[in-house]
């Protein structure tokens, strides 16, 4: 079994066999580095497989082992990095799978800055498959290096990537504060030259260059990274004081004056076909190369656009990654098997006979869904010829980047003559409920609600978890148990646990590690997250479709929970103006609305609601600090067609300055925004007295006009 595929798909067999591998493998590890001082594993791949350890022990904990890893102590080794905030976020990039998602970011991009009819610019250049680096330099001198870590919050290994030649000590020209972000990799033969060494030594064969890179780079010991041969390309910056050019491919032009290594295959390109004409270049170099690559990143030329553009919460909308094919590998299926989500969705998943599938061994991958397994996509269109998917099939496996394996397709040629079609299961194999599929819908749901185990369980796992609850001291093992018990059946349960249970409590003591101590110290944890921001607390709910990004954009609009649920009453048929200003949050579609209004109506879920809220200090959200802007805390509606800005920026940069843009005009709103071709909502507006302003009349209101004039 391989440590890289997910937790979530193991089977108690499967996770039972995986917990004694892990056991053997960091015991051996832990005696390596505390004891003979010669580690074989690197931090970084000894914090994975303990992390990998106690998730499984968490999933299911009546297989820990009673003398287990994760209840010894010894310095964690990635804990002796300093940990560094980046003063720029580090972002990951979307992908783009093939030439449409391409044409389609083109199009997005043109669409966003209203340049419909014109031809961007974009650079492009190779993904390389190493790990991201920031260097921070003041006055010249190289001060810090982070890696990227969650993007957030990186870890301090100045020292070690000081000992990179491709990384300049000392910059001349530089701006006072200038973060340079790039990619540390390790050349193929350098690679190859390593493991031959390492196979010598008897030490840690790496699986690849990318895990070669990072290992050498987290040593603790600045000598071993030293020794290893580790390059760096720059491509990007974080913090600058002052701009280092007005388009991408200056920029990159001034970090090689700057000093750095920057790849030779980097191109300015016009348009999508160009931007698919060097992908293409790039492809057919890739067996040549000596560094591995696993796409193209595709860049908006012109900064001031991409300032414009922005980003989304995770990624910037001025940038994609164009991913090379996925890698295959062919294998028998050997089961298909139900597991039930907090939503009470049916996933199948397909049990494999374990394959290498481009340096991973595989042997679970999703089927997605009934119809994926018949042979039909999601517009009712024929999938691999419509043959079907059976057990016992010879199968194509492929992995696309770091996401979960799927099936491409059957080699019906080796389909035994007894196999039979599978039969989706009609009932949920976890509670025996009915399982029922909406019209419309791919999935398959479980009707039993919180009265299924696997519902109720994952839906208080969610409750708790990082960005809901996060309380301290309750994780899945205590979840399961709890419930099991019958003592935390649905959230509010677990605000009552002190009260009622303090006694019972000793019942478990002596037992799957309770005591007074720990009991006392989960019962603190439980009383300081009674008071809870209104974001978090709707995320916590577990409504479908509703996200942390979307609770926070719920949050700002409607700041307390009162008004929230008012307004969720209001909307309950779907129409009226509280269901107008539901939609017309940025962020809030047609269906994540649909789902907010329905959890709220439907009664055995808003008792739950509303016994939680109970026990509950739910925080209102604080004003905004103040903009300063002209438009702050006001309404302001678009309508017709906008020709400077398009729909999405207009909104966008409305926001930043604290405005509130609604989809419907009434009473309350200050001004309306028309362009032409704008009809009744201007019309109300005048009946209403409210103010209607012309595109460019807003523009000098907002003081943007001078931005627009000069591009
Ligand atoms: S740009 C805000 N350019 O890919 C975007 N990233 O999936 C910053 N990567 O974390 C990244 N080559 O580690 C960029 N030419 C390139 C890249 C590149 C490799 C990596 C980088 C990043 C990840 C995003």
Redesign the pocket.
């Known amino acids: 079994m391989s440590e890289d595929y997910s937790v979530e798909l193991l089977n108690a067999i499967e996770a039972e066999k995986e917990l004694l591998r892990l056991d053997k493998i960091l015991n051996q590890a832990n005696s390596d580095y505390y004891i003979k001082d010669a580690p074989i594993l690197s931090d970084s791949e000894y914090d994975d497989l303990k992390k990998r350890n106690l998730d499984i022990e968490l999933r299911f904990p009546t297989l820990k082992l009673e003398n287990s890893v994760s209840n010894k102590v010894g310095a964690k080794p990635s804990d002796t990095f300093k940990k560094i905030k980046h003063s720029v976020r ?4 979307a992908n783009a799978f093939d030439e449409q998602d391409v044409k389609d970011f083109d199009i997005r991009v043109k669409k966003f800055l209203g340049n419909e009819g014109k031809v961007i610019s974009y650079v492009a ?8 680096l920031s260097l921070r330099y003041i006055n010249g001198e190289l001060v810090q290096a982070t890696t ?1 870590g969650d993007g957030e919050v990186g870890e301090n290994v100045t020292a070690n990537a000081k000992t990179i030649s491709d990384i300049p000590k000392n910059i001349s020209n530089a701006p006072e504060i200038l973060e340079i ?1 790039g ?1 540390v990799y390790m050349s193929l033969v350098d690679f190859n030259k390593l493991n031959a060494k390492q196979e010598k030594k008897n030490a840690k064969i790496f699986a690849n260059p990318r895990n070669a890179a990072a290992g050498s780079l987290r040593q603790l010991n600045c000598k071993i990274t030293e020794s290893r041969p580790l390059k760096f ?1 720059a ?2 910056w974080g913090e600058v004081s002052s701009p280092i050019a007005n388009k991408q491919f200056d920029a990159i032009k001034k970090l090689e004056e700057f000093g750095f290594s920057t ?1 030779n295959m980097t191109k300015r390109c016009s348009g999508h076909e160009e931007l698919i004409s060097h992908y293409k270049y790039i492809s057919n170099k890739r067996a040549d190369l000596d560094y591995d ?1 696993d796409g193209v ?1 595709y ?1 908006v030329d012109d900064l001031s656009f991409q300032d414009r553009l922005g980003f989304r919460s995770t ?2 909308r001025w ?1 994609i ?1 164009h991913k090379f094919p996925a890698e295959v590998g062919q294998t028998w299926l050997e089961a298909i098997e139900i597991q039930v989500g907090r939503t009470g969705a049916l996933s199948p998943v397909a049990r494999l006979k374990p394959v290498n599938v481009g340096g991973v061994v595989v042997s679970n991958a999703t089927l997605h869904n009934e119809d994926y397994i018949k042979g039909v996509d999601s517009k009712g269109e024929l999938l691999r010829n419509g043959i079907d998917i059976r057990e016992g099939d010879w199968v194509f496996v492929y992995r696309a980047g770091d996401v979960i394996p799927k099936i491409s397709d059957v080699d019906i040629s080796k389909r035994s003559s007894k196999s039979k079609p599978y039969l989706f299961p009609s009932f949920c194999p976890e509670c025996n409920n009915r399982s029922e599929r909406i019209k419309g819908d791919s999935v398959a749901r479980c009707t039993g609600g919180m009265t299924c185990p696997a519902q109720a369980v994952q839906g208080l796992a969610h409750f708790v978890s990082r960005g809901a609850f996060d309380i301290d001291g309750l994780g899945n093992k205590q979840i399961e148990q709890f419930y099991e018990l019958g003592w935390v059946k649905e959230p509010s349960d677990i605000f009552k646990l002190k009260l009622r249970y303090e006694k019972g409590l000793k019942r478990l003591e002596n037992r799957d590690g309770w005591g007074q101590r720990s009991a006392n110290n989960l019962f603190n944890a439980i009383e300081e997250k009674r008071k809870i921001p209104l974001n978090r607390f709707l995320y916590a709910l577990g409504i479908r479709h509703l996200g942390e990004t979307s609770a926070a954009l719920l949050a700002k609009r409607y700041k307390s929970f009162e008004t929230l649920k008012q307004s969720m009453d209001e909307a309950y048929s779907f129409s009226g103006d509280s269901w107008d200003e539901l939609l017309s949050i940025d962020g809030v579609g047609d269906i994540l609305a649909r789902a907010i209004v329905e959890a709220f109506e439907n009664s055995s879920q808003r008792k739950i609601i509303d016994k939680l809220a109970d026990e509950l200090d739910i925080e209102s959200e604080l004003e905004v600090l103040s903009t300063g802007s002209a438009i702050e805390g006001m309404i302001v509606v678009f309508t017709g067609s906008l020709e400077i800005m398009s729909r999405s920026e207009a909104k966008i940069s409305a926001e930043r300055l604290g405005a509130k843009v609604s989809g419907s005009v009434s009473k309350k709103t200050n001004f309306v925004i028309a362009g032409p071709g704008s009809g009744s909502k201007s019309k109300k507006a005048l009946e209403l007295g409210v103010k209607v302003l012309t595109e460019t009349e807003w523009l000098d209101l907002i003081n943007l006009s001078n931005e627009f004039n000069a591009n």
């Not at 580090?90 to 990039?93: E, Y």
């Not at 250049?125 to 991201?132: A, F, N, Q, R, T």
Request: aromatic content about 8%; glycine content about 4%.
């Open positions: 580090m972002l990951s990039l250049e190779p993904k390389i498959d190493g790990l991201s990227r972000r990619e390309y491509y990007a790849n690559i990143v860049k990624t910037p940038a990654a």
